[in-house]
Structures are given as structure tokens and as C-alpha cells.
């Protein structure tokens, strides 16, 4: 089962920026977070991961809280081009190996 | 360019006519898997393998084969397709044993594949 949950769906203007929240109040000190996205039916893309930190790209930025139950994924600038459906994903290791465990995801409209 | 290639694209088949999708990685990457998106289910793991004639089954694994006979190549064959294998399939690899660590997973474009 996934580790994470995630709105279903969200909109933000273009141009400004888009707040994708996710709880993963289950998560392990080790386990990291993803954040993937998916648009149409394309490939996932990967976005950024961390771990206790804050992270930055130059897609996005990933804040973790401090007692990592929680995380936001921020789109700074949204474009029509961002529109599509974001998982976060809690890596988990079994039997093994590396895991990505996906979600329902949030469906992000970027309006014009 | 570094990716992930599938191929076929699309393909409807009959049932219990045996089928192979390939996937192809130009990334040397160590870690390869298949994964089947349904409608309200999500991508669920069929096969992965760590690196090369390393197997093993993921979430969903009847009624699939796999081998990595070769680093670059991961195919998924199907010896008896049946209808409720209809889906949309993935191919990803990654490197780091699998963890993603540095550049996460990349994915293929992917295969819809029909079962009448």
C-alpha cells in the first residue's frame, strides 16, 4: 500500500506558483521521498527526492517538515505545460530492494 | 540522449498468443523493472532485476516472464496473454542498486497493450 496521501486534485494559475501537498505520516527515518510526475499517459518523470532536507532544481523545490509526516512540492511558475498528475512516493526497502510504491497522485490543472 | 525505450508502442493480440515487449536502456544503469498502470490502481511493480541475470518478482508478477540476459535490455514476455492483462505497461531503470539516488527512475514512453 502506498505510504503517502495526496488531494486529489488541485488548480493554480499560470504564472504563479503551484503548492502540491503530501502526507507520509508512516515514513521511516530512512526512507526517502519522491515526487514524480505523469502527463497524458507518458512515462513518469522524475522530479526531486530527499530525505530531511530541503531540496531545489531546477524543476522544483521539495519541502520537508521538520518532523517529516509531511512535504510540499513547489512549482515555482506554473506553466500549461506543468499541468499533469504529481505522485509522491515514499521509496521503501523490501526484500532487499528499492521500492517506489505509487499512489492515486494529484491531478494539478494550470489554468490559462 | 540517455533513455528508456519500449517497443512496441501499441499492440492488440489475441489470447494465449505469446508476445514480447522490449525494453532498451543506454544509461549502463544496474537496476531495471516493469510496471502496469490500470484505471483506479495505479503503476504496480511486475518484475525487477538488480543486474544482469538477476531476477525477481515485484507486486504483480503472474502470468509474466522476464530475463536480462545483457545490462541494456530488460524484455517482458507474456507466454499466455489473457484479457485482464490488458494495460498500460512501463519499462524504468535507475542506478545505484536500485535507490534512485541520484537521478530517480527514468521510464520508458510505455506500451497499451490490448487482449481480445
Known amino acids: 500500500d502506498a505510504k503517502t496521501t495526496q488531494p486529489p486534485s488541485m488548480d493554480c494559475a499560470e504564472g504563479r506558483a503551484a503548492n502540491l501537498p503530501c502526507n507520509h505520516s508512516t515514513i521511516s527515518g530512512n526512507e526517502y521521498v519522491y515526487w514524480y510526475r505523469q502527463i497524458h499517459s507518458q512515462g513518469p518523470q522524475y522530479i526531486i527526492h530527499?530525505?530531511?532536507n530541503n531540496e531545489t532544481n531546477e524543476m522544483a523545490s521539495l519541502i520537508i517538515t521538520e518532523d517529516r509526516k509531511s512535504s510540499t512540492l513547489i512549482l515555482p511558475h506554473a506553466t500549461l505545460r506543468d499541468t499533469a498528475v504529481y505522485y509522491c512516493?515514499?521509496?521503501?526497502?523490501?526484500?532487499?530492494?528499492?521500492?517506489?510504491?505509487f499512489g492515486s497522485g494529484t491531478r494539478l490543472l494550470v489554468r490559462p | 540522449e540517455a533513455q528508456v525505450t519500449q517497443n512496441p508502442r501499441y499492440l492488440i493480440t489475441v489470447t494465449g498468443k505469446k508476445l514480447t515487449v522490449t525494453c532498451s536502456q543506454n544509461m549502463n544503469h544496474e537496476y531495471m523493472s516493469w510496471y502496469r498502470q490500470d484505471p483506479g490502481l495505479g503503476l504496480r511493480q511486475i518484475y525487477y532485476s538488480m543486474n544482469v541475470e538477476v531476477t525477481d518478482k515485484g507486486d504483480v508478477p503472474e502470468g509474466y516472464k522476464v530475463s536480462r540476459k545483457e545490462k541494456r535490455n530488460f524484455p517482458l514476455i507474456l507466454e499466455s496473454p489473457s484479457p485482464n492483462q490488458t494495460s498500460l505497461y512501463f519499462c524504468?531503470?535507475?542506478?545505484?542498486?536500485?535507490?534512485?539516488?541520484?537521478?530517480?527512475?527514468?521510464f520508458g514512453s510505455g506500451t497499451r497493450l490490448t487482449v481480445v
Open positions: 524504468a531503470s535507475t542506478t545505484g542498486g536500485g535507490t534512485g539516488d541520484y537521478y530517480g527512475y527514468t
Open positions: 530527499g530525505l530531511k
Open positions: 512516493i515514499v521509496r521503501v526497502l523490501m526484500d532487499s530492494s528499492y521500492k517506489l510504491i
